[in-house]
């Protein structure tokens, strides 16, 4: 099976922004996924992907989900001028069109589709498709919330079309109800949706009745609509990590998805204006691990929301690394949940209780006058800009120097490193050096100036440093004299007092 991630972009997407005073639409902004794909080069990211050109989508993919009659309105944009884009986006919540809409939500919906081709053809194992215009408000015959075409639920029509699936996941971490998604498969048991987002009792867009726990879907479909409300703003690591072991992936592993669809919305991370919720950029690491043990890794992320533009790029590196297989990175923070978080979790699982084995003997009970209700927390105030992007210098610092190496490969000098995905070398260490030479010098009488396995030993114990301070998972270290260098190694562990470990020897005989 094929280990690698896709990532899907183009600039082209940048080619449309606002054109009017509109307070509401202003933070959806080109820059959201040019400064994320800065990000992802920056960390080296995104040279790693399988970088997939995007597409049209075609009127017959659009209208997997949407009407003829909207598809014309979007269509009539184009030639539209100001007055009338934004008379045409006035029939809709919260939406805007530019003469280069059309064109960038079909590169936005047909880049989406690529992922998804990608990911079911098994050219790749997952993917993120880093686009604009986001998708999850979307209707079949409205635009809303910035959203044009519903990207990720045109996917999973596509998907079940096309390679005949009977179940397929969507997990919406956005911190906005993705009702539009609701709304699409309510009545379809082969589409479990699971969307958590900022509620406050109905206080916060888009303020309806059907975002709350209590609507799971409707007819066959019942049971398979799964709202977790947030009724307090400032949720963090802890309550979102919760809300995956407690509710999605209890019903996820039961439902057992052919193909995961994510509508990643980062506007739940830290500092975004929107959510303002605590989550740090590593804890999208962890619920995507937890997601690609889901549909047998099949995980296609969709960006839909995340409009402050360091907690954005971040947040999307931190999803992206962990697609591409690198070790997690230590959740930092309190792993406690807070009070709301836990009702709104047991309302959750209380309500789907009768619908799924998982929830069979469940004893909670609903809590029907929840603590927090009329008391919006939303006029706290939010932290500024530069503050925020203050702490995520300082805290992407720590949690990027605390993410352990895989495995750290020590090799004889010249040998043929082509085949390893992974060779880190491990630095010369002078004082390592010497302790070596004394140590060796214990173990054989011989004259060892064998410049080579002084070196090959010296990095072992390097590495053996390494992996009891957590900064590498495991080592492999090849060594022209496994006798000598094994005693040199069980010496140095002895003296560093540890409780248990592991030591393999591999005596590779006639070479
Ligand atoms: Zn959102």
């Known amino acids: 099976m094929t280990s690698s991630t896709a990532l899907v972009y183009d600039e082209e997407m940048t080619s449309y922004k606002l054109l009017w ?32 050109p995007v597409r049209e989508a075609t009127e017959e993919e659009i209208m997997l989900i ?61 993917g993120l498709a880093l686009i604009r215009p986001p998708g999850h408000h979307s ?20 998907a079940k079309n096309k390679y005949n699936l009977q179940r397929i996941l969507i997990v919406d971490w956005d911190i906005h109800h993705g009702q539009g998604i609701q709304y699409i498969f309510e009545d379809d048991p082969s589409v479990l949706y699971f969307s ?48 995956f072991f407690h509710v999605l992936l209890p019903l996820a592993f039961e439902f057992n998805p052919e193909l995961v669809l994510v509508s990643a919305g980062f506007d739940s991370g830290f500092g975004d204006p929107e959510g303002q919720m605590r989550a740090t950029p590593e804890c999208f690491s962890h619920l995507t691990h937890l997601l690609m043990h889901v549909g047998h890794g099949k995980l296609c992320a969709v960006l839909e929301g995340g409009y402050h533009l360091r907690s954005l790029s971040e947040s999307v590196s931190m999803t992206v690394r962990t697609l591409l297989g690198d070790p997690l990175p230590r ?72 993410i352990p190496q895989s495995t750290t490969c020590i090799l004889p000098p010249k040998a043929d490193t082509s085949g390893l995905a ?34 090959s030993l010296t990095k072992t114990l390097t590495a053996i440093d390494k992996i009891t301070n957590r900064q590498t998972k495991n080592c492999i270290a090849l060594s022209s004299n496994s006798s000598l260098s094994t005693q040199v190694a069980l010496q140095h562990v002895t003296r560093l007092s540890l409780k248990r470990g592991v030591m393999c020897w591999y005596w590779r005989h006639g070479s």
């Open 21 to 52: 005073e509109n307070t509401e639409c202003s933070i959806e902004v080109p820059e959201r996924i040019s400064v994320s794909y800065k990000r992802l080069q920056d960390y080296g990211l995104a040279e790693r992907c399988v970088q997939l």
């Open 66 to 126: 949407h009407s003829p009659e909207y598809l014309e309105v979007v269509k009539s944009t184009q030639t539209m001028d100001v007055e009338e884009l934004r008379k045409t986006s006035e029939k809709y919540i919260a939406a805007f069109f530019h003469p280069n809409s059309y064109r960038c939500a079909k590169l936005s919906l047909g880049g989406t589709l690529q992922l998804v081709d990608a990911v079911m053809s098994g050219k790749v194992r997952n």
């Open 139 to 158: 209707q079949p015959s409205e635009s809303n919330g910035f959203c044009v075409f519903n990207n990720v639920a045109v996917a999973a029509k596509y």
């Open 196 to 243: 958590w987002h900022r509620y406050e009792h109905g206080l916060y867009w888009p303020n309806l009745r059907e975002s709350d726990y209590d609507f799971i879907g409707k007819g066959k479909g019942t049971g398979y609509n799964i709202n977790l409300p947030w009724n307090k703003i400032g949720m963090s690591n802890s309550d979102y990590i919760a809300a």
């Open 331 to 402: 959740l930092s923070g309190e792993m406690v949940p807070c009070f709301s978080a836990l009702e709104s979790i047991q309302n959750a699982r209380h309500v789907h209780a009768p619908y799924w084995k998982c929830l069979l003997h469940d004893e909670t009970r609903l809590i029907q006058e929840p603590s927090t209700k009329g008391l919006s927390t939303a006029s706290r105030p939010h932290m500024d800009s530069s503050t925020i992007d203050e702490f995520l210098e300082n805290h992407m610092k720590k949690i990027l120097y605390a």
């Open 422 to 455: 992974i060779n880190v070398q491990v630095e010369e260490s002078t004082a390592a050096s010497e302790q070596v030479k004394a140590a060796v010098s214990v173990f054989s009488q011989e004259d060892l100036v064998n410049e080579s396995l002084l070196e």
